[in-house]
């Protein structure tokens, strides 16, 4: 059973990135997934969830604002981030994390997968 986040990488101030959250020995699509962020001494951030019925809970209006979009396929059982208007402050390894709703405990997380924006 892993939960592995993917598609991070180096990118300019105003760039793009879609992040990708994948499961392995269960199937995504019966747990809600939340995506989060720990920037180098901070603690971790909490940025959106999508439950399995694709309701979506954000948590990080003030910080990312309309920049960051959560969605899911069903035909490739993957959760994705999409990144839009990247700034150096979004800088942080992000996680994606799997469980029975957004507002419980969540049972399963990804090793995470750096994102650096460079000013």
């Known amino acids: 059973v892993q939960l592995q986040a993917s598609g991070g990488g180096l990118v300019r101030t105003g760039g793009s990135l879609r992040l990708s959250c994948a499961a392995s020995?269960?199937?995504?699509?019966?747990?809600?997934v939340g995506w989060f962020r720990q920037a180098p001494g901070k603690e971790r951030e909490p940025l959106s969830c999508?439950?399995?019925?694709?309701?979506?809970?954000?948590n990080a209006e003030d910080s990312v604002g309309g920049r960051f979009t959560v969605f899911r396929t069903i035909s490739n059982d993957t959760v994705f981030l999409e990144m839009i208007g990247l700034k150096p402050e979004d800088t942080a390894v992000y996680y994606c994390?799997?469980?029975?709703?957004?507002?419980?405990?969540?049972?399963?997380w990804g090793q995470g997968t750096l994102v650096t924006v460079s000013s």
């Open positions: 994390a799997a469980g029975g709703g957004c507002l419980s405990d969540f049972e399963y």
């Open positions: 020995g269960f199937i995504l699509g019966y747990y809600a």
């Open positions: 999508i439950d399995l019925h694709g309701f979506i809970t954000s």
